[in-house]
């Protein structure tokens, strides 16, 4: 695929080779993002939560449009296909996601067993009283 790019005030002309994955991956991380701003709005999905998904997407959109990071970055963990280090990032963004959510299911673990704890307390003195 071939873009052309209006480089400067001169409107030098400069033609640009995007591969399909780049094209794939603006928009799907772009869609990601806005999907995410949308659920905060609507208030579907916390802010807390709607972090990681907001950082993650960025990131993939950024890599995305810069080729020359992405190149960079590629390059320096030996990944000879740039556009493979992308998925590289995103299994990496989902892995955090899991760690995080798997540290918010503990939290809630423990609330609710103290919870069923405190409950059967309360119904303990309840029937004591009777």
């Not at 005030?9 to 806005?34: D, G, K, M």
Request: proline share 2%; hydrophobic share 55%.
């Amino acid at each position: 695929m071939a873009f052309i790019a209006a480089v400067g005030s001169t409107a030098v002309f400069q033609e640009i080779r995007v591969s399909r994955v780049t094209v794939l991956s603006i928009c799907a991380s772009a869609a990601l993002l806005l999907y995410i701003l949308e659920m905060v709005r609507r208030r579907r999905l916390r802010e807390e939560y709607s972090i990681l998904w907001l950082f993650g997407s960025a990131l993939i959109l950024i890599l995305s449009l810069k080729q020359s990071w992405l190149d960079r970055l590629a390059h320096a963990v030996g990944i000879a296909y740039p556009p493979s280090f992308l998925f590289l990032v995103g299994i990496l963004f989902i892995i955090l996601i899991l760690i995080h959510f798997s540290i918010a299911i503990s939290k809630l673990h423990q609330m609710n067993k103290k919870m069923a704890q405190e409950l059967a307390m309360l119904k303990s003195t309840l029937s004591d009283r009777e």
